[in-house]
């Protein structure tokens, strides 16, 4: 009989079998998937690499492709008779063309970047500089088509093909590449693939043209900001209306923006970050210092026309038209010089006059602290005379004019204040005393050996004192006597 532990045993080794069965399953399952994948990937890479053409470059070939250009065609030769019926735009049968044809341009330049490769892999052994000097790939084609397995380039004319600074530069890396010609074969694989990329690039311009007849029913708004060339051009770089007006503005500006080559030329002149935006009219008449800010606006409002005649807001074209005369009194306004300084004026006087404090302690004050006579003469110089200092040879502090008016020392004649002569006046006027006579510091009592204490006049003491001894030796009219030897 089997105990309770060998039976959690058995289970738990069922489990593990289980477990062990599904992972095996996943992990087949994902294998198989994953060589799928591997498969797909290597029939992909396979097929950029392979030597035909027509297993690469398959678009032209398909009945979508067909049956759309066939469309665009007779819509041209019709002309422009759209009109609105009244139904939803996602109805009308023009607009799902329009649509189609925004997809179309989306797929014919995947499909010519496809050929670029192609081309690139198999001119490389004639030219593999060419790559690197001409990145557009309608540009390359031309000139590989051009060139050809001429080894000379001087006698190859592209002009018109490329700017005249690319010309030259290629002209000189030709003469010593490292490139061999091309075997016929591969050189006509080349010239077909060139031809083939040129054809794609006709007909996206054709689809372009188409959309732009239509533009200002389909986006009458951004039209009205931009011009219908380069709002189709923006649709069908953007692969139709909804997707424009879903992308930001800052991609919108990219839009058809071309990597530029420059071959170690000077960028003062050249205008990066900038796509179909640079084709409209309010960029080319803006000044070139305000481009990129006129660009940066022009996507900006451009986005928003688009997210407006997305939904249909307006099929008029009112908010276009106003969005593009916000766009130039923007651009007017940053032309504005900047308003010149005005002078600021100084303040009203006030009419009533101030309260000035006066009377006899302010005129005290003032004496009190007005500048002396010494010190204005110390601040003041004469000219073609060097003043003294404290230390000689104009060393520590100077004294001006202090010295110079009298006989050469520094003393100036000090006049008493009027403050001073009053406090004088007043104290040599008053008498102090306790009768008022005298005053408190004088008696009429004396003290003498012979009498004792006795009743005497001070006054005349004092006037007799003055008469007798001071006034013979401190008298101003006295002089000293002179006395003879016996």
């Not at 890479?45 to 690469?56: C, Q, T």
């Not at 997809?103 to 050929?115: H, P, Q, R, T, Y």
């Not at 002149?269 to 305000?290: A, K, N």
């Not at 406090?423 to 040599?428: D, I, Q, R, T």
Request: proline content about 5%; hydrophobic content about 35%; charged content about 25%.
């Amino acid at each position: 009989m089997a105990t309770l532990a060998d039976s959690f045993l058995a289970d738990l080794d069922e489990l593990s079998d289980n477990d062990a069965d599904l992972v095996g399953e996943d992990d087949d399952v994902e294998a198989g998937n994953m060589d799928e994948d591997v498969d797909g990937d290597l029939a992909d890479i396979e097929a950029l690499n392979y030597d035909d053409l027509d297993s690469v470059s398959k678009l032209q070939k398909t009945q979508r492709f067909n049956d759309i250009m066939q469309k665009v065609e007779n819509a041209l030769e019709k002309g422009s008779d759209v009109q609105d019926h009244g139904m939803v735009l996602e109805d009308d049968p023009e607009y799902q063309l329009i649509v189609n044809c925004n997809a179309l341009s989306v797929d014919i330049e995947n499909e010519i970047i496809i050929i670029h490769n192609f081309i690139r892999d198999k001119y490389r052994l004639k030219f593999p500089e060419l790559e690197s000097l001409v990145h557009h790939p309608i540009d390359y084609a031309r000139v590989v088509k051009k060139i050809g397995n001429e080894m000379d380039l001087t006698l190859v004319d592209m002009e018109g093909l490329i700017p005249a600074a690319i010309r030259m530069v290629i002209s000189v890396t030709a003469s010593t590449t490292s490139g061999k010609p091309l075997p016929e074969e591969v050189l006509q694989k080349t010239i077909d693939a060139c031809n083939r990329a040129l054809a794609l690039d006709s007909a996206k311009k054709k689809v372009l043209d188409f959309v732009e007849t239509r533009m200002g029913y389909i986006a009458p708004n951004l039209s009205a900001i931009v011009g219908s060339a380069v709002a189709a051009k923006l649709m069908g770089m953007a692969g139709g209306l909804t997707a424009l007006a879903k992308m930001p503005a800052c991609n919108v500006q990219l839009l058809g923006a071309k990597k530029k080559n420059l071959a170690g030329f000077s960028t003062a002149t050249s205008q990066f970050r900038v796509g179909y935006i640079e084709q409209t009219e309010v960029f080319q008449s803006t000044p070139p210092s305000l481009r990129m800010r006129a660009g940066r606006l022009l996507a900006a409002k451009s986005t928003l026309a688009a997210r407006v005649d997305s939904t249909r807001g307006d099929p008029s074209g009112n908010t276009g038209r106003t969005l593009r005369e916000e766009i130039h009194k923007k651009i007017e306004k940053w032309q504005e010089p900047p308003p010149a300084r005005q002078p600021k004026p100084l303040p009203v006087p006030d009419s009533e006059p101030k309260k000035k404090r006066g009377g006899r302690r302010l005129r005290k004050m003032k004496e009190r602290y007005a500048i002396t006579d010494m010190r204005k003469l110390a601040n003041r110089m004469q000219f073609g005379v060097p003043e003294e200092s404290s230390l000689g040879d104009g060393l520590g502090e100077g004294y001006g004019m202090l010295g110079q008016a009298g006989n050469g020392k520094l003393r100036v004649s000090i006049g008493q204040s009027k403050l001073a002569a009053k406090v004088a006046k007043k104290f040599k006027v008053k008498n102090y005393g306790s009768s008022g006579a005298t005053s408190g510091l004088t008696s009429s009592l004396a003290f003498t050996p012979v009498q004792g204490i006795e009743l005497t006049n001070p006054q005349a003491h004092a006037h007799q004192l003055g008469s007798g001894t001071q006034s013979t030796y401190f008298s101003e009219n006295g002089t000293f006597s002179k006395i003879k030897r016996t």
